[in-house]
């Protein structure tokens, strides 16, 4: 099954539809240009500094806090 109901693009954070105008496209992704901010730190992300783990937006201080630094936790917690 498509991802898409019948026209109209949506985020991949909020999973609301997504108009032209406040689109931004990322990864093959949809998102609303407001949606486009870290999760952590919600600073407003540019296509060029942000970075994505399981469709989870994070700045690229962040990704490496909260996904590099996880992986390796989970491995010494087990
Ligand atoms: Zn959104
Ligand atoms: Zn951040």
Redesign the pocket.
């Known amino acids: 099954m498509p991802m898409k109901f019948g026209g109209g693009d949506k985020c991949a954070s909020c999973e609301k539809t997504v108009y032209p105008q406040e689109k931004q496209e990322a990864g093959g992704k949809n998102f609303h240009k407001n949606c486009f901010k ?1 999760t ?2 919600k ?1 407003a992300l540019k296509l060029n500094n942000y970075a994505q783990a399981h469709g989870i937006l ?2 690229k ?2 990704f490496q806090e909260q996904v590099t630094a996880k992986n390796t936790q989970s491995e010494v917690a087990y």
């Open positions: 870290c952590n730190c600073m994070y700045c201080k962040h």
